[in-house]
């Protein structure tokens, strides 16, 4: 009867807690990781990284195609300088106007621009392993926090069954006392027991807040209006029967953070091909097209013919008589007619070898190749790191398995503990510090057990991160 008391108060107290609290919306953890996934700024600096590795794949594609410029250019001269027109040197101001359209494309460059495409082929496939790792981290993160909300909760509502079962005991111990069946001591024992559950409980509601506060900090939201929904655990998940070797095999075969160093590694190797490329013949195909117009290019104006030019032969006979045009003045020659005077074609076969370069091409090599060894180094640095963390998951799973069955069946013993000591306590046969003691005992057995339960289903979900080589059931 008095732990039926217990349980509505407690419940009483909480309902009455919430009443003045602001409605919230509640979240489950997979809805969590779905809104991390779409609105994580870290994640949008991923995707941007990715799309920058892909606009360098698709500039380095574009390297195999011939270019194409066109030109204009306006110039002035004054006092002496070439004629455009005649290429003599001259005296005189003139305005020049040139239009030009030219091509060129590399034939042969030591596979510079194979390498270079791979290369950043590479970088692109790495980039979106980094984001899968990127999701992986704050995916564990995120379930981490969440499991810390729903530890902090029970906690809470054991330290609220606590304040309300004590609550009882101090209102018999006060009737005791005026009955005169117990000392003004066993009321103030009681008072001070409902000040520390009291104290219990305030900590308890703020290591609920802070647990909040984090979760949705990662989710950048405002933890006021927003909590999480409450589970239900039938049974604990269990991970089934494993070795270390096993677990570590199953994740290095789907490792993101193992394939970005692998592709690095091999982007790597394409930048050193790349460097040595620079040792090669560059043979390249060139054409341009233009044409020139100029004011100095002038055509003359004809008047009506003046006279006839005889011409004779060698004895002096006349022979024909040629009309001589009569040239009135100049004018600029007109624009269309100049464009298809000057225009004019150029194709080019260029062949350039490479004999000295001021140590650039020797430097570009070895920096290439320093740049390779790293990345093997990171490789094996990444396989090392994996190793370990692997290792270290499947250990703790296995503690923290063992420390959960130790806690339920502590827990256990004094949830038994506790019920035969209330009757006691209820038929006088027991006293208020004894019974402080043992229920005191079943609060740590309690804690102990809640505390065991999140941090299993935590360690399980590590477990089962490596088993699929990813937190997020849809990207498995």
């Not at 194979?114 to 950043?120: D, G, K, T, Y």
């Not at 980039?127 to 899968?132: G, R, V």
Request: charged residues 20%; contains cysteine; glycine residues 4%.
């Amino acid at each position: 009867m008095l732990f039926t008391k217990i349980r509505l108060s407690a419940l009483l107290l909480i309902a009455l807690t919430a009443v003045n609290v602001e409605a919230q919306k509640l979240w489950s953890l997979d809805e969590c990781l779905d809104y991390a996934l779409e609105n994580n700024l870290s994640l949008k600096q991923n995707r941007l990284n990715i799309k920058q590795a892909e606009v360098n794949l698709e500039e380095a594609k574009f390297r195999r195609y011939p270019n194409l410029n066109g030109s204009i250019n306006n110039s002035y001269n004054f006092g002496r300088s070439i004629d455009p027109l005649t290429n003599a040197n001259v005296q005189r101001n003139s305005a020049n106007l040139r239009f030009g359209l030219s091509t060129g494309v590399v034939l042969f460059n030591g596979f510079q621009i194979h390498n270079s495409i791979q290369q950043q082929r590479h970088l692109v496939y790495a980039s979106l392993f980094d984001e899968q790792v990127a999701k992986n981290n704050i995916g564990m993160n995120i379930a981490n926090a969440y499991l810390q909300v729903l530890f902090a909760k029970e906690l809470v509502t054991i330290n609220t069954e606590l304040v309300a079962s004590t609550q009882l005991q101090l209102e018999r111990a006060e009737k005791y006392f005026e009955a005169g069946r117990v000392a003004e001591s066993a009321v103030l024992e009681m008072k001070a027991q409902m000040a520390n559950d009291n104290l219990a409980l305030v900590n308890a509601k703020n290591q609920e807040l802070m647990a909040r506060v984090t979760l949705f900090q990662l989710l950048e939201l405002s933890p006021d209006s927003n909590d999480v929904k409450k589970p239900e655990f039938d049974t604990v998940p269990d991970a089934g029967v494993f070795s270390s070797g096993q677990l570590l095999s199953l994740y290095q075969n789907k490792a993101p953070e193992l394939k970005a160093a692998e592709v690095r590694m091999q982007a790597s190797n394409y930048g050193w091909k790349v460097a040595k490329g620079a040792y090669s013949p560059r043979l390249s195909l060139g054409a341009d097209i233009g044409t020139l117009f100029s004011d100095q290019a002038v055509s003359p104006n004809y008047g009506q013919t003046q006279y006839y030019q005889q011409y004779y032969d060698i004895n002096g006979n006349p022979i024909i008589q040629v009309p001589v045009p009569n040239v009135t003045g100049t004018e600029t020659t007109p624009f269309g007619e100049q464009w298809n005077n000057n225009f004019g074609q150029t194709v080019a076969l260029s062949l350039t070898v490479p004999i000295f370069n001021n140590y650039s091409a020797k430097a570009g090599v070895k920096r290439a190749e320093i740049g390779y060894q790293n990345a093997v180094l990171n490789k094996q640095i990444t396989d090392l790191t994996i190793s370990r963390d692997v290792t270290q998951a499947y250990n703790e799973y296995v503690a923290a398995k063992a420390r959960y069955e130790a806690s339920k069946a502590s827990f256990e013993a004094q949830e038994k503990s506790l019920e035969f000591a209330r009757k006691r306590f209820d038929a006088l046969l027991l006293s208020d510090v004894e019974y402080r003691l043992i229920r005191n005992n079943w609060v740590t057995a309690k804690s102990n057990l809640t505390q065991a339960k999140y941090e299993l289903m935590f360690r399980f979900k590590i477990i089962d991160f490596y088993k699929n080589g990813t937190i997020y059931p849809e990207l498995r």
